[in-house]
């Protein structure tokens, strides 16, 4: 039976290097004698269960972490009320509610501290790293039998009705998820005429066939030798000798000013491409190169090729600057190839991969990175040990589910989650049952700290402070970011608020102020800050994104999620530290509430770009504001977002968002009910511009709506997909439905069943 590993007890590996023995180190191993029958007789329910439903719920719901913890869960010491839920709900009615899903929720704690949960979602990262492993020949020893049946099932469950699979798992179907899943089902040993692969291929020939797959997946055909380098716009690795500063005006295009996502995937994508590292021919992947085109392979026009798209692929289509770009590029390549200069540039890109490898202990920025510089490295020295040290490392990006195995996002959500489940569970005010919960969360917020700075020198590798920042998964990822720094912080003042015999001692002053440091550093220009950096280059420079399915992912940008996010954070460290750097603390906040109120749209809401949507992003608009003493019966703009958000209720008190919002920009109700999460979401942000002193029956109806759907354990259902990234690419953060509610029902009950003073830090 499968079984969920964390921290200290996943290592091992002689390779495997940490630098906090793994602490929020997420792996799934198979014991072959694991499990009683029951368990896994119930695993094999579940499963189908999954399958059975799988055409209207596509999103799992962690059962089989959930199964794994099933002792505890069975021996918690409370559960939520059973029955209906009144009309009218009582302060102790929510109290109840609130034990119940608390010690619910504390039973997937781990040893650590951490919550683990699945972090997956999108559907075109597991296909690049099986052709990755394929390529570098290492599929079977990396992929037991058990790993492939588990992928496999979950491609047959991801699978859409027409045939194709998407871009996510909720998502309709596209060339670019259609020809990679059909790729990778073959290389983990689906036969050509099968029923699901057929319809899958004739998904593709539908609609010409994977020419039309979109340039990352060109990128990965490519490297198969399905698919005709020539057939690609080029990945210039010269990209990284240009000069990076500003004043010779070509500076402004150096990869060193991309968003660190962006540029930390076409750096091994360049260096691959000018290498033209390709997999070794075999039957296999001769027959797979017929399989993908209407045509025969020979009669392909490559270079028509580069620049299609299928229609369900363009969310991004290329300006026609870009088409000369590529054009001239492509013109060039014939002098480049083999020239003394691409052997220059393939020497610099290698050198910012082993940097990035090095100083992430091979986790590696994200998902697609990872991989490919995996890639990199096995093509530099397929004997080397950077290659070696990648291998434990590909386990950290996979979980399991009653689905089956996936490649997730991240290497996990730990502190993002662990921080949010700290300030929520903190919230309900009840210590007797939450001190044992919140002490192990401290350890593990205190554990996950960035203390030093990566290696220098930074500016070299074009690398922003990290020293006092919270990353978004675990110490050894390592990679600051705005928003996590701010929520890590609040969730070490929240526990210094706390008796220190309860939940133990908090982070020295010292390394309170390093992350301030932080936080203070990421103020962009325009007052707002952006996510790992601060932004360095222009919006017109997304008319270089050449990635198709994905929106603005060239620059990083001032977002309404970091920037309030940041402004909590500073309100509470003021509050429990007035006097340090108190000055520069109130310019910065002066200026990023100008930049949050100049980005609020004109129906009084705020865009989300990391959590859908509109619901997602008011929640941070308005406590933004809130910490800074505003609240809607005075302002304006506190006023206009909760009017939206009121007006946006449904009629079973809650409310529900769909991910089109985030794709389209304009809120979209989901169908057939409210959504826990945003539920919480919407009632956060009311009851933070203090609407609940205004009217509190949308507050009345919210809380009912969550405490109702409420499950007897405490847990509550995983519904639809929650979170976002490039405005088109949904992801998954099993956490929110435990968490946000909690945070709701227990604000809620403080706020306006008690009547208490606000506790927000602020
Ligand atoms: C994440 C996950 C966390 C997220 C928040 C902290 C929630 C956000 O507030 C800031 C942005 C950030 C850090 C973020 C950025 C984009 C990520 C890294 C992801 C959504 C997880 C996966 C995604 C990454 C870009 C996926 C790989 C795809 C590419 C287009 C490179």
């Avoid at 929640?619 to 958000?645: I, K, M, P, V």
């Avoid at 929650?722 to 405005?727: D, E, K």
Wanted: aromatic fraction near 12%; proline fraction near 5%; include cysteine.
């Amino acid at each position: 039976m499968w079984k969920f590993v964390s921290a200290g007890n996943s290592g091992g590996h002689p390779l495997l290097r940490s630098l906090n023995n793994n602490k929020g180190r997420q792996t799934w191993e198979y014991d072959p004698n694991g499990g009683t029958l029951e368990q896994r007789a119930e695993v094999e329910r579940l499963r189908a269960a999954f399958t059975a439903n799988k055409d209207t719920q596509h999103h799992s719901g962690d059962e089989l972490l959930r199964l794994q913890c099933a002792d505890r869960i069975k021996a918690k010491q409370y559960a939520p009320p059973s029955g209906p839920v009144p009309d009218k709900l009582s302060a102790e009615g929510v109290e109840a509610h609130l034990k119940g899903a608390i010690s619910f929720y504390e039973c997937l704690q781990q040893e650590d501290g951490h919550f683990p949960g699945d972090y997956g979602g999108p559907m075109f990262l597991l296909p690049g790293l099986i052709i990755a492993l394929y390529t570098c020949g290492v599929l079977d020893q990396v992929f037991t039998p058990h790993h492939k049946k588990e992928a496999l099932r979950y491609l047959t469950n991801h699978q859409n009705e027409d045939g194709g699979f998407g871009l996510h798992i909720e998502g309709g179907s596209t060339m670019f998820g259609t020809g990679l899943n059909y790729v990778m089902a073959r290389l983990l040993g689906a036969g050509a005429e099968e029923e699901w692969i057929k319809k899958a291929r004739e998904w593709m020939h539908a609609r010409g066939g994977a020419t039309y797959i979109t340039s990352w997946g060109k990128f990965w055909l490519a490297v198969l030798g399905v698919y005709s380098w020539d057939g690609m716009n080029p990945l210039t690795p010269e990209m990284w000798l240009l000069p990076h500063k500003a004043w010779t005006g070509i500076g402004w295009l150096h990869p060193g000013r991309f968003w660190c996502h962006c540029r930390m995937v076409y750096l091994p994508m360049s260096y691959v491409y000018g290498k033209r590292g390709t997999c070794t021919e075999t039957p296999l992947t001769a027959a797979i190169r017929q399989e993908l085109y209407p045509m025969p392979y020979g009669k392909i026009d490559w270079n028509a090729a580069r620049n299609l798209c299928a229609k369900e692929d363009l969310y991004y289509p290329h300006p026609l600057v870009q088409d000369v770009l590529w054009w001239a590029l492509y013109q060039a390549e014939g002098v480049l190839q083999g020239s003394w200069l691409r052997k220059k540039a393939l020497a610099e890109c290698m050198k910012h991969i082993h940097y990035e490898d090095e100083n992430t202990r091979y986790v590696d920025i994200g998902p697609v990175n990872k991989v490919i510089n995996m890639l990199a490295c096995w093509l530099e020295d397929p004997k080397g040990q950077a290659f070696q040290k990648h291998l434990p490392r590909v386990y950290d990006y996979l979980w399991l589910a009653e689905d089956g195995l996936k490649m997730q996002g991240y290497n996990g959500s730990q502190l993002w989650d662990t921080s949010f489940a700290v300030q929520a569970i903190a919230e309900a005010g009840l210590m007797d049952v939450s001190a044992r919960c919140l002490a192990k969360a401290h350890e593990y917020v205190e554990q996950s700290q960035v203390i030093e700075e990566a290696q220098a020198p930074l500016s070299e590798y074009y690398r922003h402070i990290s020293k006092g920042a919270w990353p978004f998964s675990s110490r050894d990822h390592g990679w600051p970011i705005s928003d996590c720094s701010s929520e890590g912080l609040k969730a070490a003042l929240t526990l210094a608020q706390l008796p220190a015999s309860k939940v133990g001692a908090a982070i020295p002053a010292e390394r309170i102020y390093d992350c301030v440091n932080v936080i203070l550093s990421y103020q962009n220009s325009d007052g707002g800050m952006a996510t790992y950096e601060n932004t360095r280059s222009f919006h017109w420079l997304e008319i270089l994104n050449p990635a198709e399915t994905f929106g603005d992912i060239i620059v990083d940008y001032s977002y309404v999620e970091c920037t309030s996010a940041c402004i909590t954070a500073l309100c509470a460290f003021k509050k429990q530290y007035p006097d340090h750097r108190s000055s520069e603390i109130a310019a910065s906040l002066q200026r990023a509430e100008a930049f949050i109120r100049s980005i609020q749209r004109k129906d009084g809401s705020w865009y989300g770009s990391w959590g859908v949507c509109f619901t997602y992003a008011c929640w941070f608009g308005a406590t933004g504001l809130a910490a800074l003493g505003h609240s809607c019966q005075s302002d304006e703009a506190l006023r206009r977002c909760c009017t939206f958000l009121a007006d946006k209720q449904q009629a079973d008190g809650g409310w529900g968002e769909s991910y089109l919002s985030c794709q389209d920009k304009v809120y979209s109700q989901l169908e057939g009910g409210s959504h826990v999460v945003n539920t919480a979401w919407a009632m956060l942000a009311l009851m933070g511009a203090g609407y609940h002193r205004v009217d509190p029956a949308p507050l009345h109806a919210g809380a009912r709506f969550l405490a109702s759907a409420q499950l007897p354990s405490g847990d509550w259902p995983q519904q639809h997909i929650s979170g976002v990234f490039n405005r088109n690419c949904m992801i998954t953060y099993a956490n929110y439905r435990n968490i946000f509610p909690i945070w709701a029902l227990g604000h809620y009950r403080r706020l306006v069943l008690l009547g208490e003073p606000e506790i927000t830090l602020a």
